[in-house]
T-cell receptor
Framework: RKEVEQDPGPFNVPEGATVAFNCTYS??????FFWYRQDCRKEPKLLMS???SGNEDGRFTAQLNRASQYISLLIRDSKLSDSATYLC??????????FGRGTSLIVHP | EPEVTQTPSHQVTQMGQEVILRCVPI?????FYWYRQILGQKVEFLVS????????KSEIFDDQFSVERPDGSNFTLKIRSTKLEDSAMYFC???????????FGSGTRLTVV
């Protein structure tokens, strides 16, 4: 199975900080890319899709680099409530969505 | 907002017993999945289902596992003879085309004792 790799962290940052996560994928035929958020013992929830041109949703910015086969997530002005595990998911259509191991983020006061 | 519904939320079973985990995917979705997550580990793919048949399965999905879509709404995962190592959170997910993400149910926590 094709792999998706993430730095597990944890990333420990103060409130207000900017933090960035990267995720690499091995299947060059991948078509869809997503960032999910998972709180402890909860289901993964879609944070945002990642588009080829890059996209932004409030404090969150996602980028895709097809040539280097990675996606990134930038969180600006971190809040305490951003503390969670961020999962990179690669897939699309009938392709199996493949999860990264997740990057743990801890935002402290 | 449409939801994927899973029942039960928590199931405790004795080793060797059969369990059935139930899911109701979003009604107009076409692709259905089962994943599991052992505590502290990554989300692992088990099986995908499309057009009333399994489209792909992982090496985890051995003969002890089966899936069914017995009617137009339910999607079930059966484990025939549970083992201690089957203890995990089991997530059902569905998508329309996969281009807009996958919606996950809140999971069933299976504890095998």
């Amino acid at each position: 199975r094709k792999e998706v790799e993430q730095d597990p962290g944890p990333f420990n940052v103060p409130e207000g900080a900017t933090v960035a996560f990267n995720c690499t994928y091995s299947n060059s035929a991948s078509q869809s890319f997503f960032w999910y958020r998972q709180d402890c013992r909860k289901e993964p929830k879609l944070l945002m899709s990642v588009y080829s041109s890059g996209n932004e949703d409030g404090r969150f910015t996602a980028q895709l680099n097809r040539a280097s086969q990675y996606i990134s997530l930038l969180i600006r002005d971190s809040k305490l409530s951003d503390s969670a595990t961020y999962l990179c998911v690669v897939g699309g259509g009938s392709y199996i969505p493949t999860f990264g191991r997740g990057t743990s983020l801890i935002v402290h006061p | 907002e449409p939801e994927v519904t899973q029942t039960p939320s928590h199931q405790v079973t004795q080793m060797g017993q059969e369990v059935i985990l139930r899911c109701v995917p979003i009604s107009n979705h076409l692709y259905f999945y089962w994943y599991r997550q052992i505590l502290g580990q990554k989300v692992e793919f088990l099986v995908s289902f499309y057009n009333n048949e399994i489209s792909e399965k992982s090496e985890i999905f051995d003969d002890q596992f089966s899936v069914e879509r017995p009617d137009g709404s339910n999607f079930t995962l059966k484990i025939r003879s549970t083992k201690l190592e089957d203890s995990a959170m089991y997530f059902c997910a569905s998508t329309g085309t996969g281009n807009y993400g996958y919606t996950f149910g809140s999971g069933t926590r299976l504890t095998v004792v």
